[in-house]
């Protein structure tokens, strides 16, 4: 579990134990979290270096980053709750540091939050710019339209395709290959709305304006076309609920086991 202690004091605490762990790395830990003063200016640095091939100055990437975050507030508190679900979800994260610097998922997931801010601001334009920058970087395609909780981890993450009217709920956990996609070529809401607890196994596709409910478990590889209800585990070709009502949310263990 997460120590009490503020999720930057934990991530600079882990950049100096791992200095003296890797003395070559120094410069690095240096440069990406100690010479900074928050987590909003270490987030704002990392995403700009990750993008700094884009045409873009580095700085300017940096300073939108940093505006969106200063902007708004729950920016950075959903990406301190994606920092915490990684490290209690995913046995190999064992330092904060870990997600902010090495995981695409996590960098791809902050990136969506600030393209989201700047699509609901109306700067469409740069929204779409930065959604094209990490699909052709990570691998990883959400829509600035789409809408996204906290405490969201995206495993490994790529493939991830999630389109434009999307809903996620809160404490959602996705791995890689998943599609939340559309179907037919309508105004209004066109794709999947998923619920908070909700875990989606790898190469898993959930198309059209579905309701997945809060806690379900969607096996790795299924076709969901249909509307699953709450605490259920859905798996195959189409999708159909197997075994017992699920008693917590398995986004939390991470269980891939079908217990049918």
């Known amino acids: ?26 410069e690095f830990y240096q440069r990406t979290i100690l010479d900074h003063s928050d987590l909003d200016s270490s987030l704002s640095y990392n995403l700009a270096n990750q993008l700094s091939g884009s045409g873009i100055p580095f700085t300017t990437i940096e300073k939108l980053i940093l505006d969106a975050l200063t902007a708004d507030s729950g ?29 695409k998922g996590f960098q791809a997931m ?37 809408r996204m909780g906290s405490g969201i981890m995206i495993d490994h993450a790529t493939g991830l395709v999630v389109g434009e009217t999307a809903v996620i709920g809160d404490n959602v956990s ?35 304006n579905v309701k997945i409910g809060n ?6 590889g299924s076709l969901v076309i249909e509307s699953v209800p709450p605490h259920v585990t859905v798996v195959g070709v189409p999708a159909r ?17 079908l217990d049918v």
């Not at 393209?115 to 959400?142: K, M, P, T």
């Not at 806690?215 to 790795?220: D, E, F, L, N």
């Open 1 to 26: 579990m997460t120590s009490d202690k503020p999720i930057w004091l934990l991530i600079t605490e882990e950049a100096k134990l791992s200095i003296a762990e890797e003395p070559l790395l120094s």
């Open 75 to 103: 920016i950075g508190d959903s990406a301190r709750l994606d920092i915490i679900a990684n490290v209690e979800r995913d046995p190999a994260c064992d330092k904060h540091l870990m997600p902010l610097l090495y995981f």
């Open 110 to 146: 902050q990136l969506y939050r600030i393209s989201h801010w700047y699509w609901c601001n109306g700067r469409v334009a740069l929204a779409l710019f930065l959604q094209n920058q990490v699909a052709e970087i990570f691998a990883v395609d959400i829509h600035p339209g789409a």
């Open 174 to 208: 996705i791995l890689h290959s998943v599609t939340l996609g559309g179907s037919g070529r309508g105004n209004g809401d066109r794709h999947p709305q998923v619920g908070s607890g909700v875990m989606i196994a790898a190469g898993a596709k959930i198309i059209g």
């Open 215 to 220: 806690g379900v478990k969607v096996g790795a």
């Open 241 to 257: 609920i197997v075994g017992a009502r699920l008693k917590g949310p398995p986004s939390f263990d991470m269980n891939q086991h």
